[in-house]
């Protein structure tokens, strides 16, 4: 069970990664069923857009997913420990998050489906995991911790915060902040406009092809996974890796370079504990970029600009700001 102490750092919540592992790996799985109903209905977008979740004011959701003439979407509450799932004709379903089996999840969240009319043929067994047990099977996955699964996404709320200001500072091709089901992480991926060596492949029980496409074009990746630090970690890399990355300095002093994970990691206790949260991570997602291209040979001036660029504008076209100037004044 999570500890009920009140989290330090204000709005970024603590929670150790030993505290809540068994409700995680439940927890992923939940998320990867959700996110395959998602790539069985949703059109193709470049690098498996299509398939990720999106943040909210209250957890995690598909967004709106096309079927027949209508549409449905699929949301984690975190709040009042549902998924809820509802339909454009206005009918909806809940399945409650509790102790339970990956393989009872499954079949409560299919049948909800069903009954909303709504048919998912999905691959039923993880991806990019060692242990892929079929979903239907899966019985040793059966924890939930409603109070640890809320701090999560209170982690994944505040890095969202910090990552969507940090995406508004770059012009080029850019990912949405979303969130993929595949490693548990909440990512934001530049891309150079290049094209990139197609990608070997080697994630578990997940084709080459699958990487081939999510890596197509020349990228610095960053963003956050419940691993990699005692209370998880924000990391940062290049496809492919220019020369001299690993080696780049990069901040803060507690930020390194994971070769067992080809990344650049900050363990997300050294955010947390900060006394300006938001700087430190900041920086640590701007010099590993930096690193990134700059080594690459990115042509930065086409690919960057201020986000306050339409500020003066925005405020003079805004009754009772500015003097009181008024739109088209």
Same mark, same amino acid.
């Given at each position: 069970?999570?500890?009920?102490?009140?989290?330090?750092?204000? %709005?970024?919540?603590?929670?150790?990664?030993?505290? /809540?592992?068994?409700?995680?790996?439940?927890?992923?799985?939940?998320?990867?069923?959700?996110?395959?109903? #998602?790539?069985?209905?949703?059109?193709?977008?470049?690098?498996?857009?299509?398939?990720?979740?999106?943040?909210?004011?209250?957890?995690?959701?598909?967004?709106?997913?096309?079927?027949?003439?209508?549409?449905?979407?699929?949301?984690?509450?975190?709040?009042?420990?549902?998924?809820?799932? #509802?339909?454009?004709?206005?009918?909806?379903?809940?399945?409650?998050?509790?102790?339970?089996?990956?393989?009872?999840?499954?079949?409560?969240?299919?049948?909800?489906?069903?009954?909303?009319?709504?048919?998912?043929?999905?691959?039923?067994?993880?991806?990019?995991?060692?242990?892929?047990?079929? *979903?239907?099977?899966?019985?040793?996955?059966?924890?939930?911790?409603?109070?640890?699964?809320?701090?999560?996404?209170?982690?994944?709320?505040?890095?969202?915060?910090?990552?969507?200001?940090?995406?508004?500072? *770059?012009? !080029?091709?850019?990912?949405?902040?979303? *969130?993929?089901?595949?490693?548990?992480?909440?990512?934001?991926?530049?891309?150079?406009?290049?094209?990139?060596?197609?990608?070997?492949?080697?994630?578990?029980?997940?084709?080459?092809?699958?990487?081939?496409?999510?890596?197509?074009?020349?990228?610095?990746?960053?963003? *956050?996974?419940?691993?990699?630090?005692?209370?998880?970690?924000?990391?940062?890399?290049?496809?492919?890796?220019?020369?001299?990355?690993?080696?780049?300095?990069?901040?803060?002093?507690?930020?390194?370079?994971?070769?067992?994970?080809?990344?650049?990691?900050?363990?997300?206790?050294?955010?947390?504990?900060?006394?300006?949260?938001?700087?430190?991570?900041?920086?640590?997602?701007?010099?590993?970029?930096?690193?990134? %291209?700059?080594?690459?040979? /990115?042509?930065?001036? %086409?690919?960057?600009?201020?986000?306050?660029? /339409?500020?003066?504008?925005?405020?003079?076209?805004?009754? !009772?700001? !500015?003097?009181?100037?008024?739109?088209?004044?």
């Amino acid at each position: 069970m999570a500890e009920r102490t009140a989290p330090t750092g204000g %709005a970024w919540p603590g929670l150790r990664v030993a505290d /809540w592992a068994e409700t995680r790996d439940t927890l992923h799985m939940w998320t990867q069923i959700v996110g395959k109903i #998602r790539l069985a209905h949703a059109p193709l977008v470049n690098h498996w857009w299509q398939v990720t979740l999106y943040l909210t004011p209250r957890g995690l959701t598909t967004s709106s997913i096309p079927y027949g003439t209508g549409a449905f979407d699929i949301e984690f509450d975190f709040v009042e420990h549902r998924l809820v799932l #509802r339909t454009s004709d206005g009918a909806g379903r809940a399945v409650e998050l509790a102790p339970k089996s990956v393989a009872r999840f499954y079949e409560e969240t299919l049948r909800a489906l069903r009954e909303l009319g709504v048919e998912a043929p999905i691959q039923d067994r993880p991806n990019e995991v060692e242990l892929a047990i079929p *979903f239907p099977e899966d019985t040793r996955h059966a924890s939930y911790d409603p109070h640890a699964a809320h701090l999560f996404w209170r982690q994944l709320l505040q890095t969202h915060r910090v990552l969507s200001r940090f995406r508004s500072r *770059f012009v !080029g091709k850019v990912s949405p902040v979303h *969130f993929f089901w595949g490693a548990m992480d909440l990512a934001c991926t530049r891309f150079s406009g290049r094209p990139a060596p197609a990608h070997p492949g080697g994630a578990p029980h997940c084709g080459d092809w699958v990487m081939v496409e999510g890596y197509s074009r020349e990228l610095s990746s960053c963003g *956050f996974w419940p691993g990699g630090g005692e209370e998880g970690a924000f990391y940062a890399y290049a496809y492919p890796e220019p020369d001299g990355f690993r080696d780049h300095p990069v901040v803060p002093e507690a930020a390194y370079y994971s070769e067992e994970n080809g990344q650049f990691l900050l363990p997300y206790e050294e955010v947390r504990t900060a006394g300006d949260p938001d700087r430190v991570l900041t920086g640590f997602l701007q010099s590993t970029y930096e690193a990134a %291209a700059e080594l690459g040979g /990115w042509d930065r001036a %086409a690919l960057e600009d201020d986000p306050g660029r /339409w500020d003066r504008e925005r405020r003079r076209s805004t009754p !009772g700001a !500015g003097g009181g100037a008024r739109p088209g004044s």
